[in-house]
């Protein structure tokens, strides 16, 4: 639980540090603003934008193809964070193992907890702060779009299907889309736990909320960004972090080693019946 809460600590922390970036200026960006934020990254990120709309016959799908490169971009390290979080979930019942055993709460204890389980994720070769990563690099992203959009005219102003790309969805169909695409990713990558706890239960149902929350107060452009973004999410799950794949191999391999240790059990058996004799 107290790593949980170091983890939203974590969240929190990066979040607010983005919204200082997001917040540095409201002015219309071009060329001649200044500054590392305004001048190198929300200018390059509406040009590129702008760029990517002018191949694709549109500003949303600009945004689309944007989107899915930046996907393809963080690809690798979202794969290390799958492969960690596999990892992580294969531990769990040691993890638990481990709370019995030290479940005191006196400091030394506590210490003597805190060291076994940096032990067991070194042997196993798992950094339990991995899925931050990914977290690090989405957030100056999805600000740096929605100050691309924001104070960009042409991207503002712009328009795609039945959106104004710098205002909120009129009908609720992208924020739906989007709390129901990071609901399935979820459900998805906790499906696979071989244990599941009432903490990851709770983030499943109450993210897709939060995500449809904030969606409803963000343009257009940002919530299209979460949809596609998460869409994207779902089939990586699929194809990286299987989780119908990763149960049928663990009950294959718990099958393997129960069909071994009856095997051990009736070889001593015909052992001692033979000493018997």
């Not at 002015?27 to 390059?44: A, L």
Request: aromatic share 12%; net charge positive; charged share 20%.
């Amino acid at each position: 639980m107290k790593k949980q809460h170091k983890k939203l600590a974590s969240i929190f922390s990066v979040l607010g540090l983005t919204v200082l970036l997001a917040a540095c200026s409201n002015k219309p960006i071009t060329s001649h603003s200044t500054g590392i934020w305004d001048h190198y990254i929300v200018y390059n990120c509406s040009q590129f934008i702008i760029w990517l709309s002018k191949i694709f016959g549109g500003y949303g799908m600009g945004i689309i193809i944007f989107t899915i490169l930046i996907r393809i971009i963080i690809l690798p390290l979202m794969y290390y964070q799958s492969k960690s979080m596999v990892k992580t979930q294969e531990l769990a019942p040691k993890l638990k193992e481990l709370q019995k055993k030290y479940s005191s709460r006196d400091r030394e204890t506590m210490q003597k907890l805190q060291a076994e389980q940096q032990k067991l994720y070194r042997e196993a070769g798992v950094n339990p702060f991995a899925s931050m990563l990914p977290l690090l690099v989405q957030l100056p992203v999805m600000w740096a779009l929605y100050q691309a959009i924001w104070r960009t005219n042409v991207l503002k102003t712009g328009s795609f299907l039945w959106l104004q790309l710098g205002k909120t969805d009129p009908y609720f169909v992208l924020p739906v889309l989007a709390a129901v695409f990071t609901f399935i990713s979820s459900w998805l990558s906790m499906a696979s736990m071989p244990e599941k706890n009432s903490m990851t239960t709770s983030m499943t149902y109450i993210m897709p909320i939060f995500i449809f929350i904030m969606a409803l107060q963000f343009s257009a452009a940002i919530t299209l960004y979460w949809v596609v973004s998460n869409a994207f999410q779902v089939v990586q799950v699929l194809l990286v972090q299987n989780p119908f794949k990763i149960r049928r191999e663990r009950e294959a391999k718990q099958k393997a080693e129960r069909d071994h240790q009856r095997k051990i059990e009736k070889a001593k058996r015909k052992a001692y019946q033979s000493k018997r004799k």
